[in-house]
Nanobody, 126 residues
Framework: VQLQASGGGLVQAGDSLRLSCAASIRTFNNYNMGWFRQAPGKEREFVAAIGWSGGITYYTDSVKGRFTISRDNAKNTVYLQMNSLKPEDTAVYYC????????????????????WGQGTQVTVSS
């Protein structure tokens, strides 16, 4: 399983970015997917997660109403639309996959995920 995150960059506060995570998984719809981020000097933190059917989503409080997670199972890709970006959103963003063919509820902790991508840098200037 390989996860390739992309879409990061340097933007100004208030701008938007869309992150993508392409998964080389034969049965992508058996995987719950998540996004995490890690800022310099801080621990990795949960951002958003989506169940394998797309019907269940979770967000950390700080991004609710600004970020939207979605997936396209036909393209083996999960997205994170980030609007109204703030300097405190600056971090390396990682996508993660949880193999769970019988459990459509995605984990909200890092230990719940089996595979990780390499990360993409998001920098928001004030």
């Amino acid at each position: 399983v390989q996860l390739q995150a992309s879409g990061g960059g340097l933007v100004q506060a208030g701008d938007s970015l869309r992150l993508s995570c392409a998964a080389s998984i034969r049965t992508f719809n058996n995987y719950n997917m998540g996004w995490f981020r890690q800022a310099p000097g801080k621990e990795r933190e949960f951002v958003a997660a989506i169940g394998w059917s797309g019907g269940i989503t979770y967000y950390t409080d700080s991004v609710k109403g600004r970020f939207t997670i979605s997936r396209d199972n036909a393209k083996n890709t999960v997205y994170l639309q980030m609007n109204s970006l703030k300097p405190e959103d600056t971090a390396v963003y990682y996508c993660a996959a949880d193999f769970s063919p019988f459990g459509p509820v995605p984990p909200r902790t890092a230990v719940g995920y089996d595979y990780w991508g390499q990360g993409t840098q998001v920098t928001v200037s004030s």
